[in-house]
């Protein structure tokens, strides 16, 4: 009998492992260790956290313990001792515009534009200079921790191309401006490269294209008009530099009458698709029509510093809970992609300004690194921060360098001292775009060796007339 009793008990504990081990559900990997620095609605901080990820998506989060007991998964990475964050997202580049990086600093706005950014584009910008330059700026901006940007260039579609391959996502505008440009001699040449640009890319898993005017005062009120109305047909978002210098709002107010964002609402360009690069000059009325309108924000402060264009008003845009977010704008006025330079800069230059160090805390500058910056680029269902049903975008960044410890506050240590070489893992899509500091889809030693071939090419084109 006592036998009997052993056997039994013996029997229902097999089955009841096996019913616990056929409850766990196979994912593709799972992130196990470290802290996971959620960004979701309670912003959750979870300490030994775990991520699961399945296929494209995150389909856990929770403790180690809790995670390992729900999922098993072939693929795991150990993040123990680092943080696991929501990728970056850098809300304003022009990505190949990395191979002008350093050409001429030190300028203001109209004179760098006019004497030496257009000329050196207008002699040196084919489909193989785009394709360069953007591997160049994807390579960066990966190994920084980045999984999305948004873009605004010519060539758009080689753009998407590298992009994709890179397996990198981002929000590609093809410019759209009132002159002859290196892809699109007209207007006409330009609105059906874009229309078909749209069409070529639109249900992509990484890629959202999109149209982009440069700004108001390089684009015609009809020209703007048609671009609105391709966006309505298209559901595509619109990415425009809008208010970045005081001369565009004397030049806008002199044409129209009206301040840029006052013009542009008053024409009805502004919606929920539109994301507006800069917004350095804009009064407190322009701030709530840009809120009431939805428009999402790329506030770029390395750029506008070393532009000298202004300071755009970021606490003010916070205080009415704006969708504004972190770009760096293109190398060539920065002169990097790095977003943990910007969320540093963006912290403190509010400071100077405003003189009050509360303002823009270190919180807030992670925050629009990521929701907040996808809440700029309209995407804030699908990335910007690490929740199930959303996309895998997730870096693990070390947190053991002597530049971080010792660590007391976790935004304090990712805003304030934390820096792009602490970056280890890139996920994106649930794929692993960069595994302990190797890019596993882009070739660095090609990539370095074709971006100085075009310095040699460009400072050449320069010289002779
Ligand atoms: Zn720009």
Same mark, same amino acid.
């Given at each position: 009998?006592e ?9 229902? #504990?097999?089955?009841?492992? *096996? ?7 196979a994912?593709d ?7 996971v ?7 959750r ?29 072939k ?21 190949p ?24 584009e ?7 200079f ?13 190994r920084?921790?980045t ?12 753009i998407?191309d !590298? ?8 929000v ?16 006409? !040449?330009?609105?059906?490269?874009? !229309?078909?640009f ?14 982009a005017?440069?700004?108001?005062y390089?684009?015609?009120? !009809? ?22 210098? *005081?001369t ?11 301040r ?5 609402a ?24 840009? &809120? ?33 977010? #972190?770009?760096?704008d ?16 963006a ?14 805390n ?23 921060s ?16 002597l ?26 899509n ?11 889809? #882009?070739?660095?030693?090609?990539? &370095? ?12 084109s320069?010289?002779?007339?």
């Amino acid at each position: 009998m006592e036998k009997l009793k052993i056997l039994l008990v013996a029997f229902l #504990l097999l089955i009841f492992q *096996q019913t616990i081990f056929a409850q766990k559900k196979a994912v593709d990997l799972i992130v196990s260790g470290g802290t996971v620095v959620t960004m979701d609605a309670s912003k959750r901080l979870i300490e030994n956290g775990a991520v699961a990820i399945a296929k494209d998506k995150i389909v856990a989060v929770g403790t180690s313990a809790e995670i390992n007991r729900q999922f098993v998964s072939k693929q795991t990475i150990n993040a123990n001792g680092k943080v696991v964050i929501p990728g970056l997202i850098n809300t304003h580049t022009h990505v190949p515009m990395s191979l002008f990086r350093g050409i001429a600093d030190d300028l203001d706005l109209q004179e760098w534009l006019t004497k030496y950014i257009f000329p050196a584009e207008a002699k040196n910008v084919t489909e193989a200079f785009v394709r360069a330059g953007t591997q160049l700026g994807l390579a960066e901006m990966i190994r920084g921790g980045t999984t999305t940007y948004c873009d605004m260039y010519y060539f758009e579609d080689a753009i998407a191309d !590298e992009t994709f391959k890179a397996g990198m996502r981002g929000v590609l505008g093809e410019t759209v401006i009132d002159f002859e440009v290196a892809d699109n001699k007209t207007n006409a !040449e330009a609105m059906a490269y874009t !229309e078909k640009f749209l069409n070529k890319w639109k249900n992509n898993s990484l890629i959202v294209p999109a149209i982009a005017p440069h700004a108001p005062y390089t684009v015609s009120t !009809e020209h703007l008009n048609a671009i609105k109305k391709l966006s309505d047909k298209t559901g595509a978002p619109v990415v425009i530099h809008v208010a970045e210098t *005081q001369t565009e709002v004397d030049d806008i107010s002199k044409r129209y009458g009206a301040r840029p964002v006052e013009y542009l609402a008053r024409i009805g360009f502004l919606n929920n698709r539109t994301i507006a690069a800069h917004v350095v000059w804009a009064t407190n009325a322009e701030l709530d029509l840009l &809120k009431n309108l939805g428009v999402g924000v790329a506030h770029n402060p390395q750029s506008n510093m070393k532009l000298a264009s202004g300071v755009a008003p970021v606490p003010q845009m916070l205080a009415r809970d704006l969708p504004v977010g #972190l770009g760096t704008d293109g190398a060539a006025s920065n002169n990097d992609l790095n977003m943990w330079e910007e969320m540093d800069t963006a912290a403190k230059l509010h400071k100077v300004v405003s003189g009050d160090p509360k303002v823009v805390n270190a919180e807030q500058a992670f925050e629009m690194a990521t929701i907040r910056g996808a809440r700029a680029l309209h995407l804030e269902k699908i990335i910007g921060s690490i929740e199930a049903g959303k996309r895998a975008d997730i870096a693990i960044v070390d947190f053991e360098n002597l530049n971080q410890t010792p660590f007391y506050n976790i935004y304090s240590a990712l805003v304030y001292s934390t820096k792009a070489s602490d970056v280890r893992t890139v996920i994106i899509n649930g794929k692993t775009v960069m595994r302990d500091k190797r890019l596993l889809y #882009l070739d660095e030693n090609v990539i &370095k060796k074709n971006a100085n071939a075009y310095r040699t090419k460009i400072i050449n084109s320069l010289s002779s007339k």
